[in-house]
Protein backbone atom coordinates (compact mmCIF):
# COMPACT_ATOMS: atom_id res chain seq x y z
CA UNK A 1 0.00 0.00 0.00
CA UNK A 2 1.17 3.42 -0.55
CA UNK A 3 2.55 5.24 2.30
CA UNK A 4 0.87 8.31 3.42
CA UNK A 5 1.89 12.27 3.68
CA UNK A 6 -0.33 14.45 5.83
CA UNK A 7 -0.41 18.14 5.62
CA UNK A 8 -0.88 19.92 8.88
CA UNK A 9 -1.37 23.70 9.44
CA UNK A 10 -3.56 26.39 10.69
CA UNK A 11 -5.51 27.48 7.33
CA UNK A 12 -3.91 29.80 4.80
CA UNK A 13 -0.40 29.20 4.95
CA UNK A 14 -0.18 27.13 1.96
CA UNK A 15 -1.26 23.96 2.20
CA UNK A 16 -3.13 23.46 -0.74
CA UNK A 17 -1.34 25.27 -2.57
CA UNK A 18 2.08 23.22 -1.85
CA UNK A 19 -0.52 19.70 -2.28
CA UNK A 20 -1.23 21.08 -5.48
CA UNK A 21 2.58 21.06 -6.76
CA UNK A 22 2.70 17.83 -5.10
CA UNK A 23 0.11 16.19 -6.74
CA UNK A 24 0.08 17.88 -9.99
CA UNK A 25 -0.64 14.75 -12.48
CA UNK A 26 1.70 13.41 -15.25
CA UNK A 27 -0.65 14.86 -17.49
CA UNK A 28 -3.65 17.14 -17.38
CA UNK A 29 -5.81 14.20 -18.71
CA UNK A 30 -7.99 14.73 -15.73
CA UNK A 31 -8.54 17.84 -14.29
CA UNK A 32 -10.50 19.55 -16.44
CA UNK A 33 -13.41 16.19 -17.02
CA UNK A 34 -16.46 17.63 -16.89
CA UNK A 35 -18.42 15.50 -14.57
CA UNK A 36 -15.80 14.13 -12.47
CA UNK A 37 -15.81 16.06 -8.82
CA UNK A 38 -12.23 16.00 -7.95
CA UNK A 39 -11.74 15.70 -4.48
CA UNK A 40 -8.31 18.44 -3.81
CA UNK A 41 -7.96 16.99 -0.30
CA UNK A 42 -6.47 13.82 -1.52
CA UNK A 43 -4.54 12.97 -4.57
CA UNK A 44 -1.03 10.81 -5.21
CA UNK A 45 2.43 12.72 -5.56
CA UNK A 46 4.49 10.55 -8.43
CA UNK A 47 7.71 13.39 -8.53
CA UNK A 48 9.88 11.02 -6.95
CA UNK A 49 10.98 7.75 -6.75
CA UNK A 50 8.35 6.45 -4.12
CA UNK A 51 5.15 7.58 -5.10
CA UNK A 52 3.01 8.68 -1.37
CA UNK A 53 -0.80 9.46 -0.91
CA UNK A 54 -0.83 13.30 0.09
CA UNK A 55 -3.52 14.60 2.40
CA UNK A 56 -4.59 18.08 2.64
CA UNK A 57 -6.04 18.15 6.51
CA UNK A 58 -7.15 21.58 5.98
CA UNK A 59 -9.87 22.37 8.50
CA UNK A 60 -8.67 20.79 10.71
CA UNK A 61 -7.61 23.78 13.19
CA UNK A 62 -10.57 25.67 12.76
CA UNK A 63 -12.66 22.89 14.38
CA UNK A 64 -10.29 22.08 16.88
CA UNK A 65 -12.27 22.59 19.75
CA UNK A 66 -15.39 20.32 18.60
CA UNK A 67 -13.38 16.89 17.72
CA UNK A 68 -16.18 14.96 16.94
CA UNK A 69 -16.87 17.49 14.08
CA UNK A 70 -16.57 15.44 10.28
CA UNK A 71 -13.62 17.24 9.19
CA UNK A 72 -11.55 17.76 12.45
CA UNK A 73 -12.12 13.71 12.77
CA UNK A 74 -11.12 12.86 9.02
CA UNK A 75 -7.99 15.26 10.03
CA UNK A 76 -7.44 13.02 12.59
CA UNK A 77 -7.66 9.96 11.08
CA UNK A 78 -5.23 11.40 8.01
CA UNK A 79 -2.52 12.54 10.63
CA UNK A 80 -3.27 8.46 12.43
CA UNK A 81 -2.64 7.02 9.45
CA UNK A 82 0.73 8.97 7.90
CA UNK A 83 3.86 7.87 7.74
CA UNK A 84 5.40 11.21 7.70
CA UNK A 85 3.64 14.91 8.75
CA UNK A 86 4.18 18.51 7.06
CA UNK A 87 3.64 20.50 9.68
CA UNK A 88 3.39 23.77 7.57
CA UNK A 89 3.28 27.47 8.51
CA UNK A 90 4.07 31.30 7.22
CA UNK A 91 6.91 32.60 7.17
CA UNK A 92 5.43 36.48 6.99
CA UNK A 93 3.57 35.53 9.86
CA UNK A 94 6.14 34.21 12.36
CA UNK A 95 5.40 31.54 14.91
CA UNK A 96 1.90 32.19 16.11
CA UNK A 97 -0.03 30.67 19.48
CA UNK A 98 -2.35 28.22 17.66
CA UNK A 99 1.18 26.55 15.48
CA UNK A 100 2.17 26.09 19.03
CA UNK A 101 -1.02 23.88 19.93
CA UNK A 102 -0.85 21.82 16.66
CA UNK A 103 2.59 21.21 17.12
CA UNK A 104 1.91 19.68 20.67
CA UNK A 105 -1.09 17.52 18.93
CA UNK A 106 1.41 16.51 16.53
CA UNK A 107 3.85 15.73 18.58
CA UNK A 108 1.21 13.55 20.89
CA UNK A 109 1.07 11.33 17.65
CA UNK A 110 4.63 10.63 17.77
CA UNK A 111 4.77 11.18 13.77
CA UNK A 112 8.09 11.44 12.18
CA UNK A 113 7.72 15.27 11.38
CA UNK A 114 9.50 18.15 9.16
CA UNK A 115 8.36 21.42 9.54
CA UNK A 116 7.83 23.28 5.93
CA UNK A 117 8.27 26.96 6.35
CA UNK A 118 6.09 28.44 3.50
CA UNK A 119 6.10 31.86 1.78
CA UNK A 120 9.34 32.61 2.16
CA UNK A 121 9.79 34.47 -1.09
CA UNK A 122 11.06 37.66 -0.60
CA UNK A 123 11.98 37.48 2.88
CA UNK A 124 15.61 36.91 4.76
CA UNK A 125 15.78 33.76 5.08
CA UNK A 126 18.28 33.51 7.57
CA UNK A 127 15.82 35.58 10.19
CA UNK A 128 13.09 32.81 8.87
CA UNK A 129 14.94 30.62 10.13
CA UNK A 130 15.91 31.95 13.56
CA UNK A 131 12.29 33.06 13.86
CA UNK A 132 11.40 29.59 13.46
CA UNK A 133 14.25 27.84 15.31
CA UNK A 134 11.98 28.59 18.39
CA UNK A 135 9.26 25.87 17.77
CA UNK A 136 12.83 23.04 17.95
CA UNK A 137 12.02 21.22 15.08
CA UNK A 138 15.57 19.84 13.46
CA UNK A 139 14.30 19.30 9.76
CA UNK A 140 12.93 22.29 9.22
CA UNK A 141 12.32 23.57 5.08
CA UNK A 142 11.79 26.84 3.58
CA UNK A 143 9.79 26.84 0.72
CA UNK A 144 7.39 29.13 -1.40
CA UNK A 145 5.04 26.94 -2.83
CA UNK A 146 3.29 29.30 -4.92
CA UNK A 147 6.56 29.41 -6.92
CA UNK A 148 7.39 25.98 -6.66
CA UNK A 149 10.15 26.68 -4.92
CA UNK A 150 12.59 24.69 -2.41
CA UNK A 151 10.04 21.68 -3.17
CA UNK A 152 12.85 19.32 -4.32
CA UNK A 153 14.83 19.36 -1.08
CA UNK A 154 11.91 18.60 1.02
CA UNK A 155 10.66 15.70 -1.58
CA UNK A 156 13.84 14.23 -1.02
CA UNK A 157 14.04 14.05 2.95
CA UNK A 158 10.01 12.92 2.67
CA UNK A 159 11.31 10.00 0.69
CA UNK A 160 13.95 8.90 3.01
CA UNK A 161 11.66 8.97 5.62
CA UNK A 162 9.01 6.27 3.94
CA UNK A 163 9.02 2.96 4.56
CA UNK A 164 10.84 1.04 2.39
CA UNK A 165 8.38 -0.80 0.15
CA UNK A 166 8.57 -4.65 0.33
CA UNK A 167 10.08 -5.28 -2.74
CA UNK A 168 9.24 -9.00 -2.88
CA UNK A 169 5.55 -8.14 -2.79
CA UNK A 170 5.82 -5.56 -5.76
CA UNK A 171 7.82 -7.86 -7.13
CA UNK A 172 6.19 -8.17 -10.75
CA UNK A 173 6.91 -12.41 -11.02
CA UNK A 174 5.14 -12.11 -7.27
CA UNK A 175 2.03 -14.88 -8.28
CA UNK A 176 -0.71 -13.11 -6.90
CA UNK A 177 -2.85 -13.13 -10.35
CA UNK A 178 -4.92 -10.50 -11.13
CA UNK A 179 -5.21 -7.79 -8.28
CA UNK A 180 -8.61 -6.34 -7.69
CA UNK A 181 -9.72 -3.47 -5.96
CA UNK A 182 -13.66 -3.14 -4.91
CA UNK A 183 -14.69 -0.11 -4.16
CA UNK A 184 -17.62 1.99 -3.42
CA UNK A 185 -19.66 3.70 -0.70
CA UNK A 186 -20.77 1.99 2.44
CA UNK A 187 -23.92 -0.03 1.91
CA UNK A 188 -23.44 -0.54 -1.90
CA UNK A 189 -22.74 -4.25 -1.38
CA UNK A 190 -18.82 -4.85 -1.61
CA UNK A 191 -18.93 -7.48 1.25
CA UNK A 192 -21.84 -9.18 -0.17
CA UNK A 193 -19.74 -9.34 -3.28
CA UNK A 194 -16.25 -10.83 -1.98
CA UNK A 195 -18.44 -13.12 0.46
CA UNK A 196 -20.38 -14.64 -2.67
CA UNK A 197 -16.77 -15.13 -4.67
CA UNK A 198 -14.90 -16.97 -2.35
CA UNK A 199 -18.32 -18.74 -1.12
CA UNK A 200 -18.53 -19.85 -4.69
CA UNK A 201 -15.51 -21.29 -5.00
CA UNK A 202 -14.64 -22.81 -1.92
CA UNK A 203 -11.29 -21.11 -1.88
CA UNK A 204 -9.68 -20.79 1.26
CA UNK A 205 -9.57 -17.38 1.92
CA UNK A 206 -5.72 -16.83 3.23
CA UNK A 207 -5.32 -13.12 5.05
CA UNK A 208 -1.66 -11.96 3.86
CA UNK A 209 -0.83 -9.34 5.99
CA UNK A 210 0.53 -6.29 4.30
CA UNK A 211 3.56 -5.07 4.20
CA UNK A 212 2.86 -1.79 7.33
CA UNK A 213 -0.90 -1.90 7.91
CA UNK A 214 -3.50 -4.28 8.42
CA UNK A 215 -4.30 -3.84 4.85
CA UNK A 216 -5.52 -7.68 3.73
CA UNK A 217 -5.14 -9.64 0.40
CA UNK A 218 -7.64 -12.06 -0.31
CA UNK A 219 -6.25 -15.13 -2.52
CA UNK A 220 -9.20 -16.26 -4.75
CA UNK A 221 -8.61 -18.79 -7.35
CA UNK A 222 -11.87 -18.44 -10.14
CA UNK A 223 -12.19 -20.79 -13.22
CA UNK A 224 -8.50 -21.84 -13.67
CA UNK A 225 -7.51 -18.24 -13.32
CA UNK A 226 -5.97 -16.43 -9.65
CA UNK A 227 -6.92 -13.44 -8.06
CA UNK A 228 -6.10 -11.64 -4.99
CA UNK A 229 -9.00 -9.28 -3.93
CA UNK A 230 -7.27 -6.35 -2.48
CA UNK A 231 -9.27 -5.03 1.03
CA UNK A 232 -10.54 -1.68 1.05
CA UNK A 233 -11.64 -0.55 5.02
CA UNK A 234 -15.02 -1.78 5.71
CA UNK A 235 -14.63 -5.37 3.42
CA UNK A 236 -13.90 -8.11 5.75
CA UNK A 237 -13.74 -5.91 9.00
CA UNK A 238 -17.50 -4.79 9.34
CA UNK A 239 -17.58 -6.33 12.71
CA UNK A 240 -15.39 -4.21 13.82
CA UNK A 241 -15.64 -1.28 11.72
CA UNK A 242 -19.04 0.46 12.42
CA UNK A 243 -18.24 3.60 11.56
CA UNK A 244 -18.69 5.40 8.74
CA UNK A 245 -15.60 6.98 8.44
CA UNK A 246 -13.91 4.02 8.42
CA UNK A 247 -15.85 2.46 6.20
CA UNK A 248 -15.23 4.85 3.52
CA UNK A 249 -12.02 6.13 4.26
CA UNK A 250 -10.69 7.80 0.94
CA UNK A 251 -7.26 7.34 1.97
CA UNK A 252 -7.75 3.78 1.69
CA UNK A 253 -9.83 3.59 -1.35
CA UNK A 254 -6.87 5.57 -2.92
CA UNK A 255 -4.19 3.12 -1.31
CA UNK A 256 -6.38 -0.31 -2.93
CA UNK A 257 -6.86 1.31 -6.60
CA UNK A 258 -3.05 2.13 -6.53
CA UNK A 259 -1.82 -1.55 -5.42
CA UNK A 260 -4.70 -3.21 -8.14
CA UNK A 261 -4.57 -3.77 -11.67
CA UNK A 262 -8.38 -3.50 -11.77
CA UNK A 263 -10.58 -1.41 -9.93
CA UNK A 264 -14.34 -2.35 -9.68
CA UNK A 265 -16.43 0.60 -8.82
CA UNK A 266 -19.34 -0.87 -7.07
CA UNK A 267 -22.67 1.41 -7.18
CA UNK A 268 -26.39 0.91 -5.15
CA UNK A 269 -28.48 0.56 -8.98
CA UNK A 270 -30.58 2.98 -6.51
CA UNK A 271 -29.17 5.49 -5.55
CA UNK A 272 -27.18 6.12 -8.79
CA UNK A 273 -23.42 7.76 -8.88
CA UNK A 274 -22.36 10.13 -6.00
CA UNK A 275 -20.36 12.40 -5.92
CA UNK A 276 -18.07 9.99 -3.63
CA UNK A 277 -18.12 7.52 -6.59
CA UNK A 278 -17.16 10.73 -8.94
CA UNK A 279 -14.35 11.39 -6.94
CA UNK A 280 -12.98 7.71 -6.71
CA UNK A 281 -13.15 7.41 -10.71
CA UNK A 282 -11.01 10.71 -10.80
CA UNK A 283 -8.71 9.14 -8.94
CA UNK A 284 -9.30 6.08 -10.76
CA UNK A 285 -8.90 7.66 -14.25
CA UNK A 286 -5.30 9.79 -12.83
CA UNK A 287 -3.53 6.45 -11.45
CA UNK A 288 -4.31 5.33 -15.26
CA UNK A 289 -5.95 1.76 -13.66
CA UNK A 290 -8.63 -0.18 -15.39
CA UNK A 291 -11.64 0.38 -14.38
CA UNK A 292 -15.48 -2.12 -14.21
CA UNK A 293 -18.33 -0.36 -13.03
CA UNK A 294 -20.32 -3.17 -11.20
CA UNK A 295 -23.52 -1.92 -10.92
CA UNK A 296 -25.26 -3.84 -8.18
CA UNK A 297 -28.28 -4.34 -6.80
CA UNK A 298 -30.29 -5.09 -10.03
CA UNK A 299 -32.68 -7.26 -8.39
CA UNK A 300 -34.62 -5.16 -6.72
CA UNK A 301 -35.47 -3.18 -9.44
CA UNK A 302 -38.47 -3.54 -12.22
CA UNK A 303 -38.33 -3.12 -16.04
CA UNK A 304 -39.08 0.55 -16.28
CA UNK A 305 -36.57 1.46 -13.35
CA UNK A 306 -33.45 -0.55 -14.88
CA UNK A 307 -34.09 1.55 -18.51
CA UNK A 308 -33.68 4.83 -16.33
CA UNK A 309 -30.56 3.80 -14.53
CA UNK A 310 -28.84 2.16 -17.83
CA UNK A 311 -29.71 6.03 -19.42
CA UNK A 312 -28.63 7.99 -16.44
CA UNK A 313 -25.33 5.67 -16.06
CA UNK A 314 -24.44 5.68 -19.51
CA UNK A 315 -24.60 10.19 -19.43
CA UNK A 316 -22.79 10.38 -15.97
CA UNK A 317 -19.94 7.92 -16.78
CA UNK A 318 -20.06 9.33 -20.69
CA UNK A 319 -16.59 10.67 -19.66
CA UNK A 320 -15.08 6.72 -18.44
CA UNK A 321 -17.19 4.85 -21.52
CA UNK A 322 -14.76 2.63 -22.10
CA UNK A 323 -15.53 1.31 -18.84
CA UNK A 324 -17.43 -1.78 -18.82
CA UNK A 325 -20.83 -1.63 -17.04
CA UNK A 326 -21.82 -5.08 -15.47
CA UNK A 327 -25.40 -5.01 -13.78
CA UNK A 328 -25.33 -7.63 -11.00
CA UNK A 329 -26.94 -8.92 -7.99
CA UNK A 330 -24.32 -9.76 -5.02
CA UNK A 331 -26.77 -11.17 -3.12
CA UNK A 332 -28.29 -13.33 -4.97
CA UNK A 333 -25.25 -14.45 -7.96
CA UNK A 334 -26.82 -12.87 -10.92
CA UNK A 335 -24.21 -11.04 -13.77
CA UNK A 336 -21.21 -12.20 -11.47
CA UNK A 337 -19.43 -14.43 -14.06
CA UNK A 338 -20.13 -11.53 -16.52
CA UNK A 339 -17.95 -8.82 -13.40
CA UNK A 340 -15.11 -11.16 -13.64
CA UNK A 341 -15.13 -11.91 -17.41
CA UNK A 342 -15.08 -7.94 -17.57
CA UNK A 343 -12.28 -7.89 -14.86
CA UNK A 344 -10.11 -10.47 -17.31
CA UNK A 345 -10.68 -8.50 -19.99
CA UNK A 346 -9.58 -5.35 -18.93
CA UNK A 347 -6.67 -6.56 -17.04
CA UNK A 348 -5.94 -8.07 -20.61
CA UNK A 349 -6.40 -4.83 -22.63
CA UNK A 350 -4.04 -3.00 -19.78
CA UNK A 351 -1.27 -4.92 -20.25
CA UNK A 352 -1.77 -5.08 -24.39
CA UNK A 353 1.51 -4.89 -26.17
CA UNK A 354 1.92 -3.45 -29.13
CA UNK A 355 4.62 -3.53 -31.95
CA UNK A 356 6.35 -0.27 -33.39
CA UNK A 357 5.38 -1.70 -36.90
CA UNK A 358 1.88 -2.59 -36.09
CA UNK A 359 1.52 0.79 -34.46
CA UNK A 360 3.15 2.96 -37.01
CA UNK A 361 0.69 1.34 -40.00
CA UNK A 362 -2.42 2.40 -37.60
CA UNK A 363 -1.62 5.51 -37.23
CA UNK A 364 -1.42 5.56 -40.80
CA UNK A 365 -4.37 4.94 -41.51
CA UNK A 366 -5.97 7.15 -38.51
CA UNK A 367 -4.20 9.39 -40.23
CA UNK A 368 -5.52 8.52 -44.12
CA UNK A 369 -9.08 8.39 -43.21
CA UNK A 370 -8.82 11.64 -41.01
CA UNK A 371 -6.06 14.15 -40.61
CA UNK A 372 -6.34 16.92 -37.82
CA UNK A 373 -8.05 20.61 -38.70
CA UNK A 374 -5.83 23.13 -39.07
CA UNK A 375 -4.70 24.94 -36.34
CA UNK A 376 -4.16 28.79 -37.23
CA UNK A 377 -2.58 27.62 -40.03
CA UNK A 378 -0.77 24.89 -39.12
CA UNK A 379 -1.26 21.03 -39.91
CA UNK A 380 0.05 18.82 -37.30
CA UNK A 381 1.58 15.04 -39.15
CA UNK A 382 1.52 12.28 -37.58
CA UNK A 383 4.87 9.91 -38.94
CA UNK A 384 5.57 6.99 -36.69
CA UNK A 385 4.48 5.00 -33.14
CA UNK A 386 5.79 3.16 -30.83
CA UNK A 387 4.63 1.58 -27.82
CA UNK A 388 5.63 3.16 -24.01
CA UNK A 389 4.39 1.11 -21.85
CA UNK A 390 1.46 -0.92 -20.77
CA UNK A 391 -0.81 -0.17 -17.40
CA UNK A 392 -2.13 2.18 -19.16
CA UNK A 393 -1.27 0.99 -22.23
CA UNK A 394 0.79 3.34 -24.03
CA UNK A 395 1.59 5.29 -27.85
CA UNK A 396 4.10 7.17 -28.58
CA UNK A 397 3.57 9.04 -31.89
CA UNK A 398 5.94 11.03 -33.46
CA UNK A 399 5.11 13.86 -35.84
CA UNK A 400 5.47 17.46 -36.53
CA UNK A 401 3.69 20.36 -35.04
CA UNK A 402 1.65 17.97 -32.62
CA UNK A 403 1.43 20.51 -29.95
CA UNK A 404 -1.28 21.87 -32.57
CA UNK A 405 -3.18 18.82 -32.40
CA UNK A 406 -6.46 19.37 -30.33
CA UNK A 407 -8.51 17.17 -27.95
CA UNK A 408 -10.98 15.96 -30.33
CA UNK A 409 -8.56 14.60 -32.81
CA UNK A 410 -6.32 13.16 -29.71
CA UNK A 411 -10.31 11.40 -28.58
CA UNK A 412 -10.55 10.49 -32.43
CA UNK A 413 -6.79 8.38 -32.38
CA UNK A 414 -7.79 6.98 -29.23
CA UNK A 415 -11.06 5.30 -30.31
CA UNK A 416 -9.42 4.07 -33.32
CA UNK A 417 -6.69 2.02 -31.36
CA UNK A 418 -9.46 0.85 -28.83
CA UNK A 419 -11.15 -0.39 -31.73
CA UNK A 420 -8.31 -1.81 -34.07
CA UNK A 421 -6.99 -3.22 -30.95
CA UNK A 422 -10.05 -4.31 -28.76
CA UNK A 423 -9.15 -2.24 -26.10
CA UNK A 424 -11.66 -2.46 -23.38
CA UNK A 425 -12.06 -1.48 -19.83
CA UNK A 426 -8.43 0.36 -19.77
CA UNK A 427 -7.74 3.91 -20.41
CA UNK A 428 -5.38 4.62 -23.21
CA UNK A 429 -2.91 6.99 -23.01
CA UNK A 430 -0.97 8.96 -25.70
CA UNK A 431 2.28 10.98 -26.28
CA UNK A 432 3.02 13.27 -28.96
CA UNK A 433 6.61 14.02 -29.73
CA UNK A 434 8.21 16.22 -32.41
CA UNK A 435 10.73 15.33 -34.41
CA UNK A 436 13.04 12.00 -34.58
P1 LIG B 1 -4.24 26.77 3.04
O1 LIG B 1 -5.45 27.39 3.65
O2 LIG B 1 -3.21 26.45 4.08
O3 LIG B 1 -4.54 25.61 2.17
O4 LIG B 1 -3.54 27.91 2.15
P2 LIG B 1 -3.62 28.17 0.58
O5 LIG B 1 -2.81 27.20 -0.18
O6 LIG B 1 -5.06 28.30 0.19
O7 LIG B 1 -2.89 29.58 0.48
C1 LIG B 1 -3.35 30.73 1.14
C2 LIG B 1 -2.87 31.95 0.40
O8 LIG B 1 -1.45 32.03 0.44
C3 LIG B 1 -3.24 31.95 -1.07
O9 LIG B 1 -3.62 33.24 -1.45
C4 LIG B 1 -1.96 31.54 -1.76
O10 LIG B 1 -1.87 32.06 -3.05
C5 LIG B 1 -0.90 32.15 -0.86
N1 LIG B 1 0.37 31.41 -0.93
C6 LIG B 1 0.53 30.07 -0.88
N2 LIG B 1 1.84 29.76 -0.97
C7 LIG B 1 2.52 30.93 -1.08
C8 LIG B 1 3.90 31.26 -1.21
O11 LIG B 1 4.77 30.39 -1.28
N3 LIG B 1 4.22 32.58 -1.27
C9 LIG B 1 3.27 33.54 -1.23
N4 LIG B 1 3.68 34.79 -1.29
N5 LIG B 1 1.96 33.27 -1.12
C10 LIG B 1 1.58 31.98 -1.04
P1 LIG C 1 -20.63 -2.84 1.81
O1 LIG C 1 -20.74 -1.83 2.90
O2 LIG C 1 -20.35 -2.19 0.48
O3 LIG C 1 -19.66 -3.95 2.09
O4 LIG C 1 -22.11 -3.47 1.63
P2 LIG C 1 -22.68 -4.88 2.15
O5 LIG C 1 -22.12 -6.00 1.35
O6 LIG C 1 -22.53 -4.95 3.61
O7 LIG C 1 -24.21 -4.72 1.74
C1 LIG C 1 -25.05 -3.74 2.32
C2 LIG C 1 -26.48 -4.20 2.30
O8 LIG C 1 -26.94 -4.37 0.96
C3 LIG C 1 -26.65 -5.55 3.00
O9 LIG C 1 -27.85 -5.49 3.71
C4 LIG C 1 -26.75 -6.52 1.84
O10 LIG C 1 -27.52 -7.66 2.15
C5 LIG C 1 -27.43 -5.69 0.79
N1 LIG C 1 -27.08 -6.16 -0.56
C6 LIG C 1 -25.85 -6.41 -1.04
N2 LIG C 1 -25.90 -6.84 -2.32
C7 LIG C 1 -27.21 -6.84 -2.67
C8 LIG C 1 -27.92 -7.20 -3.87
O11 LIG C 1 -27.35 -7.58 -4.90
N3 LIG C 1 -29.27 -7.05 -3.86
C9 LIG C 1 -29.94 -6.61 -2.76
N4 LIG C 1 -31.26 -6.51 -2.86
N5 LIG C 1 -29.30 -6.29 -1.62
C10 LIG C 1 -27.97 -6.40 -1.56
Not at 130 to 148: C, K, N, P, V
Not at 363 to 385: D, I, M, S
Request: aromatic residues 6%; neutral net charge; hydrophobic residues 40%.
Amino acid sequence: MLPVVALVGRPNVGKSTLFNVLTRSRDALVHDLPGVTRDRHYGVCRLGATPFVVVDTGGFIENAEGLDSQTARQAQFAIDEADVVLFTVDARDGVLPTDRAILDRLRRSGKPMLLVVNKVDGLDENAVLAEFSALGIADTFLTSAAHSRGVTPLLATVQSLLPKVDADALAEGADDGIRVAIVGRPNAGKSTLVNRLLGEERVIASDVPGTTRDSIRIALERDGRRYTLIDTAGIRRRARIEDALEKFSVIKSLQSVEAAHVTVLMLDAREGVSEQDATLIGHVLESGRALVVAVNKWDGLDKYQREQCMTSLARKLDFAAWARQVYISALHGSGIAELMKAVNRAYASANHVFTSSELTRAVEQAYQAYQPPLVRGHTPKLKYAHPGGTNPPTIVIHGARTKHIAEGYRRYLENFFRKRYRLEGTPIQIVFRDGE
